[in-house]
């Protein structure tokens, strides 16, 4: 893979019916249905497996954190 490939974002998309995920296809082949667009991300490198920055920051609810967790002391 160039580097010019490696840095480019994609958009994530699941089918509703069986939660296959495709990068950059709107349209699931084996249920014919549209999938649902889940974030913007990739294709893991160690697996070819759809990811969205969100599954690997894990960064969807900052809501419950606390001063102290968000703030964090450099050490």
């Known amino acids: 893979m160039s580097p010019t490939t ?3 974002l ?3 998309y699941e089918c509703p019916d069986c939660e296959t ?3 950059n296809e709107r349209r699931c082949p084996n249920c014919n249905l549209f999938c ?5 991300g990739g294709t893991c490198p160690h ?3 759809p990811l ?3 599954d690997l920051t894990d960064l969807t609810d900052l809501t ?3 001063e ?4 964090m002391p450099i050490t």
């Open 52 to 54: 969205t920055l969100t």
């Open 6 to 8: 490696a840095g480019r």
């Open 68 to 71: 102290e967790e968000v703030i």
């Open 36 to 40: 649902r667009r889940v974030g913007t």
């Open 47 to 49: 697996g070819d497996e």
């Open 21 to 23: 995920r495709y990068v």
């Open 64 to 66: 419950d954190l606390t």
């Open 10 to 12: 994609a958009a994530i």
